[in-house]
């Protein structure tokens, strides 16, 4: 990127406008076309969704809801239901700051409006284009500061791969755990746990939703409606039985309960530990971002499906939370559940019957598996798209779509792969689950961070932004501002162990991971990306 080169934002009709003129089903409406020919990218995905499809897309890759009963365990034992309740309010202000943050690129940066690049000495403008599925790294690359824009795109590119790929992993690891629980409960005396068990029903999960991707694939904006209609119905046939037959838990010991079970010395410390349950529920929220170019009128829906995704699936999560905490019955028989998760024994002590917590945890299980279905579409078009910026090793290979598909079939085989390998994590550690949540936590609190930390930069600087439909307008600083502070918290303990002084087998190993991902991406960079990665701001039309 030529450091000589200045932003001016020419804010043509054409950028905004012709959003309900569709073309095709490839090539969308009008802006979309004029979108990818500024882009100077071939059209290669159909566009066949719309609000509904992509808002249950991003509602169930999220699954608040259903991550908070994953997920409860460790906020328990680290803050206590006080804890919990306060630091998922926190959460979600916090992370409807990102979100707002984040819609407010994906609106300027989707996949159109105009930016043109002035040379400084010879006046003569280039046309920018964006790497449509990028997401963050795209946003580094048009927001950040001209020096920076290609390492800091190019990282935020692996960290982005990185935290879908956890996701991709998470979903299939809890509907293969939950199976397990569910046959403890209803066999305690025949069947005997081994977490490798649980590791070979997620990889066939795993390798179940890639087939779904690649061969299904134009089913998945019809699929992911009914999804959506899953995620509320699942949300209600856990919600009654617990509301009608579960025992209650004083408010005292709900509200005003903390705890600190593993010995931090402070419950403040505890909680904020603990906030990795809360925060890890609410990762995701760009998700819509990466299914851009499979969207119609992507600037003006991508926004609204960003926020909403985040509005309510935080509300749906806060109710199934509080309604959780008001019915646990006896914490430490929750906690120590044989089933490895308290929810599972929350159903039986509802229910009073095995088969009926089985049921209720059917429906966990199921929508683990509708979730990975889902993050699995998002992780590829994010290793694609991050594939054809050249940013990763093979990638003409990765970034190839088969004559005959729509969809990026070699990042979707990657990424199942990676998947099964990231499965095995729960062999050889018993605290797999937190070590997965944490590295796709951070992953994407990075990815969060790094590039609303650069549109920060510019509104700093006085620098002008692209046009859009959905500004934050004279508060976008603060906004802004906040949502940095807020990923730089969780970041930050989101890599402390479960306990002060762990053992090796108990450790956060999280650390490691996102290490070796930088070491590895940094090696990379110095003998190849350097000579091929140029980031998604470049020049493509020189003539104009």
């Known amino acids: 990127m030529d450091k000589n080169v200045s932003y001016r934002v020419d804010a043509t009709d054409d950028a905004i406008s012709d959003e309900t003129t569709v073309l095709g089903e490839k090539t969308g409406t009008v802006a979309d076309r004029n979108a990818m020919a500024r882009l100077g990218k071939e ?39 006080g804890g919990l309740i306060w630091t998922y309010i926190a959460s979600y202000i916090g ?150 037959m579960a025992p209650r838990t004083p408010s005292s ?30 990762v995701g929220g760009d998700s819509a971002a990466h299914m851009a170019e499979e969207l119609k009128s992507a600037s003006k829906i991508l926004p609204r499906a960003m926020i909403w995704t985040m509005a309510v699936n935080g509300l749906l999560g806060f109710i199934m939370l509080v309604t959780f905490l008001y019915t646990l019955g006896n914490l430490d028989e929750d906690l120590s559940s044989p089933t490895g998760y308290p929810i599972i024994q929350v159903f039986a002590t509802a229910t009073q019957s095995s088969g009926g917590a089985a049921g209720l945890t059917s429906i966990l299980i199921v929508l683990g598996v509708c979730a990975n279905l889902t993050t699995m579409a998002g992780s590829s078009r994010q ?80 620098l002008p932004l692209l046009p859009s439909k959905f500004s934050l307008g004279r508060w976008g600083l603060a906004v802004n501002i906040i949502s940095v502070l807020f990923c730089a918290i969780v970041f930050v303990f989101a890599f402390f162990p479960p306990m002060p002084n762990p053992p090796a087998v108990a450790m956060n190993w999280a650390i490691a991971v996102y290490g070796g991902v930088v070491l590895f991406a940094s090696l990379y960079f110095f003998f190849r990306a350097r000579k091929v990665y140029v980031g998604p701001v470049a020049y493509v039309d020189k003539s104009i």
Not at 48 to 67: D, K, P, Q
Not at 387 to 404: E, M, N, T
Request: proline share 4%.
């Open 95 to 244: 992370f409807m700051f990102i979100s707002v943050s984040m819609a407010e690129m994906a609106s300027m940066a989707p996949t159109s409006g105009k930016c043109r690049l002035y040379k400084k000495l010879s006046n003569r403008p280039t046309l920018t284009w964006r790497s449509t599925s990028g997401g963050q790294y795209h946003w580094v690359s048009e927001f950040a500061p001209p020096g920076a824009q290609k390492i800091l795109s190019y990282f935020i590119g692996w960290f982005g791969i990185l935290g879908y790929q956890m996701g991709t992993t998470i979903g299939a690891f809890i509907a293969g755990t939950m199976i397990q629980g569910a046959i403890v409960l209803n066999y305690p005396d025949t069947y005997h746990y081994e977490r490798w068990h649980g590791t070979l029903i997620a990889m066939a999960i795993t390798l179940s939703v890639a087939f779904f991707n690649i061969f299904l694939a134009n089913h998945l904006p019809l699929v992911e409606g009914l999804i959506l209609v899953l995620h509320i119905a699942g949300f209600v046939a856990i919600i009654v039985p617990l509301w009608v």
């Open 253 to 282: 010991e709900v509200w005003t309960a903390f705890a600190d079970e593993n010995g931090w010395g402070s419950i403040g410390t505890a909680c904020l530990i603990g906030i990795i349950t809360s925060a890890g529920s609410m």
């Open 43 to 81: 059209q290669l995905f159909k566009r066949n969704f719309g609000f509904v499809s992509i808002f249950g897309f991003a509602l169930i890759i999220m699954g608040t809801w259903e991550a908070v009963l994953a997920t409860v365990a460790f906020g328990l034992g680290n803050g206590g239901p």
């Open 383 to 462: 290793l694609f798209s991050f594939a054809r910026d050249k940013g990763v090793p093979f990638h003409r290979w990765v970034s190839r779509v088969p004559p005959g598909y729509d969809v990026p079939v070699n990042a979707i085989i990657v990424s199942a792969l990676c998947s099964c390998i990231f499965h095995c994590i729960n062999i050889g550690s018993a605290i797999a689950f937190n070590v997965i949540m944490s590295i796709g936590t951070v992953s994407l609190l990075t990815s969060y961070m790094v590039s609303i930390g650069s549109i920060t930069w510019r509104r700093i600087k006085g």
